[in-house]
C-alpha cells in the first residue's frame, strides 16, 4: 500500500514538473464510495446535533457560511441570510450565541445591508478582550470579476458593536481581498489564514503577529497553479499543522478534480509551496482544518469525490500526513431533513463545513440544505484511536 501511495505523490509531482512531495494522503479503501449516505463510516460515538435557526414561512429561507468562536464563556456562531436565494441584495449577516453549545439565543442582525454592495459574513476573531466580526464587502459597480475587501467590527460583550473599519496590512492600508472564515493561530501566536485578493478572487495566505487580528496582516510567499485569471484554482482554504511546526493549508480545487489541493510552509507560514493535488476527496466546496488539543490533525468535508455534499465527515491523522481514520458527523437519508424551499444556488446536503474546539468538544458548524443552520459536536474521547 505504501509504494502505492507513494506512486501516486511521484506522479502528482511530475505534473507539476518538479519532485514534490504530497503534503498529506489517505489510506486505500478509507471511504467505500459505493454507499453514497455513509461512505461505509460509522457516527463518532455521543455525536449532538443543535439547530441554530430553522427558517419558517415568512423568515429569510437561505442561510449559509456558518462560522462558530468562543468568547467570554460563550459560543457565538455567524452566518450570512437572504430570502430565497444566495448573495441577493438584501443578504445581511445574522448571529447567535450559546452558553453550553446546545441551546442557541434567538439570532439577531449583526450588519444590515448597504448603499455599497453586498454584504457576506467573514468570520470570527479574539484577542480575549474584544470579539472581532469580519465583513465582506463587495463592490456595488457589478464590476467583473468580482472585488471587495474585508471590513471589521468589535464588542466586548457581544451586543454592542463598533463601527465597521478596513482591515489593515503590515503598512498601514486596507487590505483589498475577501478573508476566508477560517482564523487560527499557530502555537507561537501567529494568526494565519487567506484573503481572496483582487482583480477576481486569487487566494492568497496571510499572516499576522498582531493579536488583534485587525492589523499587520503580511501576504504569505506562494505561486498559485495556473487557472483562470480572474480567480484562482485554489479557493477557500484552511490549515493545521504537524507535530513538527510545518504549516499545511488545504484548499478547494476549482478545476473540478474533486480532490484537495494543498500546501507547505516550513517557516511559520511565511512562505508556502506551490499547491499539489491530493488523493483526499472533496465535493469541491468550502471545508475546514485543524488540530486537537493533542495534536491530532483533523479535516472536516464532503468527501464525497463529485458535488454531493453529503456526508459530513470527520477525518484523523496522528501525524499530519497520513489521514487513516474517519468518522460520520451527519448521513444521508433519514439523518438528512427535505429542503423545504428553492432558491438560486440552494442544495441538499451540509454545505460549508468550519469547526472549533471548545470546552471539550469539536464543535463543526455547517447549513444543511443551505437553508437550516445547524452545530454538530463530538466528545474530543470520541476522536482517538
Known sequence: MRKKLLLFALLASHVLGRAQEVPFFITDNLFDTTKVNTLGLSFASNNE????????????????????????????????????????????IMYSRSKDGMRWSKPKVLVTPNEKGLVTNGGWWSDGNSLI??????????KQPKQGSTLYIKSTDGFIWSSPLPVLTKQGTPLMGIIEQDLKALPNGRIVTAFHEQPGLIAKPYYTDNANGVDGWVRSEMQNLP?????????????????????????????NSFKKLAAVSLDNASTFSTPILTNFPDSRAKQSAGNLPSGMAFQVNNPSGNKTRVPLVVTLSKDGKLFDKAFLIRSGAEDLQVLRSEGLYKRIGYSYPKSIVWNGYLYVSYATNKEDV????????????
Open 49 to 92: 446535533t443543535s439547530t441554530v435557526f430553522s427558517p419558517k414561512k415568512g423568515d429569510y429561507q437561505y442561510n449559509h457560511g456558518v462560522v462558530l468562536f468562543p468568547f467570554k464563556d460563550y459560543l457565538y456562531a455567524q452566518w450570512q441570510s437572504s430570502i430565497k436565494d444566495e448573495d441577493a441584495p438584501e443578504t445581511r
Open 133 to 142: 466580526a469580519y465583513i465582506c464587502q463587495w463592490s456595488a459597480d457589478n
Open 227 to 255: 487557472h483562470k485569471k480572474e480567480m484562482s484554482r485554489e479557493l477557500e482554504p484552511s490549515w493545521f499543522h504537524r507535530p513538527d511546526g510545518t504549516v499545511v493549508m488545504v484548499f478547494r480545487d476549482q478545476n
Open 374 to 385: 445547524e452545530v454538530s459536536r463530538i466528545p474530543l474521547s470520541s476522536l482517538s484511536y
